[in-house]
Structures are given as C-alpha cells and as structure tokens.
C-alpha cells in the first residue's frame, strides 16, 4: 500500500503562484508514475500533469507552460508548481500513483487551488 498527502493549496490571486507537494509513504519501491489530478464540482478528475520516473513528463493543454510537474524520489516527493493561475484553475488537486506491478493505483485526499479574479 501507499499513502499520499498533499499540502500546499490555498487562495491565491489571478497571475499568481502556487506550489503543491505531495508525499508518498509506505511501499513507494513499486510506484513508478505518479500524476496530479484535477476535479471541479460535479465533474469526474482530469488529468493535469504526470510523470513516469524522474524525467518523462506529461501536461494537459492549459496546464503547459503554466504548470511544472517534478519528482524528488529520494524524499519519495511530487510536486506541481503552478504559476500564472487563473480562476478556471480553481479545483481541488489530487495526487495520484501507479503501482507498476499490479497497475493498482493510489489516491491523496485532496488539496483545493482556489484562483480569485
């Protein structure tokens, strides 16, 4: 099993910055791909960021250039910086992990971005 925490959400004005992290413990070993979810109310998660190791990254449109996924592996850490926020960025975030191995997959219990205008 692994665990995530997030922190690091908050409110924050238009054009501004934020930066959440996302911890994972417990049997990291078999967690190879890792990703931050978004989820607005009433709507299913989307991507909008993830990573495969340290280095392979992938974005959702409105995320690049805006958005930089990151992975510390050996403080088992994810990270999603986001700059030039905007109000329709205004979700809750979640970090997300894959156990290779078995494809299982592991959930944070979510941090909310709110963007004011």
């Known amino acids: 099993q692994v665990q995530l925490t997030e922190s690091g959400g908050g409110l924050v004005q238009t054009g501004g910055s934020l930066r959440l992290s996302c911890l994972a413990s417990g049997d990291t070993s078999r967690v190879h791909a890792m990703g931050w979810y978004r989820q607005y109310p009433g709507q299913q998660r989307e991507l909008v960021a993830a990573i495969s190791g340290t280095t392979i990254t992938n974005y959702r449109g409105s995320a690049k250039g805006r958005f930089t996924i990151t992975r510390d592996a050996a403080k088992n850490e994810l990270y999603l910086q986001m700059n030039d926020l905007k109000p329709e960025d205004t979700a809750v975030y979640y970090c997300?992990?894959?156990?290779?191995?078995?494809?299982?997959?592991?959930w944070g219990q979510g941090t909310q971005v709110t963007v004011s205008s």
């Open positions: 997300h992990a894959v156990d290779m191995p078995t494809g299982g997959e592991f």
